[in-house]
């Protein structure tokens, strides 16, 4: 299952790192199991519990739970505790509708306001998802991932809109954890690379007509890639 080599992936940096868990591999193991519906909606999240699980204290479990919070996939209730919030598929389409308008308009404005070390950072950004895509382990969608939010990144500073850029920027982390779960399909992460190139490609032409509907297209979640999606957070065994 995804939670058990996530599991063992970290136990594995846990002995490497003298016992230290830090709160973001905490919350990482949190969201998947949140998202992909081992852990039901209204479930709470007891502290002491997921402290024990990975043998940390309670002060890295409860930056992890408020970064949960501050994601939307966690809600905090005064003197009772944390809680899993139900995110609806009616709710997840429509943050991605908002999603794709917004990289949208932040690849239009790049197109247009990018400067030398902009295209620079691009091209960097671009080099590392292709050489995250190439790599032949069980966490080379994750290592995309991480990656791709850098791609991403380098867009919203060349848009030269610090407002769409920190409105953009808020969502995407809303909707991170599922944006890393579509890499999981098969095929998803390497249809994700060829879409990049083509928004570089658009964006360094200065065309923003063609890097706003690439960008569009590469966030829009319909048709067979909202099928896959949906699949992908059915629980096993269901």
Do not use: W
Not at 100 to 105: G, K, L, S, T, V
Not at 160 to 181: D, S, T, V
């Amino acid at each position: 299952m995804l939670v058990e080599k996530l599991d063992a992936r970290r136990a594995g940096r846990r002995q490497s790192k003298a016992g230290r868990v830090k709160s973001g591999e905490i919350r990482e193991i949190l969201e998947q199991e949140i998202v992909t519906g081992e852990r039901s909606a209204g479930e709470r999240l007891d502290e002491q519990a997921v402290a024990g699980r990975f043998g940390v204290s309670r002060t890295p479990v409860r930056e992890a739970i408020n970064q949960l919070a501050s994601a939307g996939l966690v809600e905090l209730i005064p003197n009772r505790g944390a809680f899993v919030r139900e995110t609806g598929l009616a709710d997840l389409v429509e943050m991605f509708e908002v999603m794709a308008e917004m990289e949208a308009m932040a690849g239009r404005l790049a197109a247009r306001r990018i400067d030398a070390a902009g295209r620079a950072k691009l091209q960097v950004a671009l080099l590392a998802c292709e050489s995250a895509a190439a790599r032949d382990a069980d966490d080379a969608s994750d290592a995309y991932y991480y990656e791709n939010e850098r791609f991403h990144e380098a867009i919203y500073d060349a848009c030269g809109n610090r407002f769409l850029a920190g409105e953009a920027r808020r969502l995407h982390q809303r909707l991170k954890a599922f944006r890393r779960l579509q890499l999981r399909v098969p095929q998803r992460m390497r249809q994700s690379l060829a879409e990049h190139r083509r928004i570089v490609a658009a964006i360094e032409a200065s065309d923003g007509e063609r890097a706003e509907a690439e960008l569009k297209a590469h966030i829009t979640v319909q048709g067979e890639r909202f099928a896959d999606l949906v699949a992908s957070l059915k629980p096993k065994g269901d």
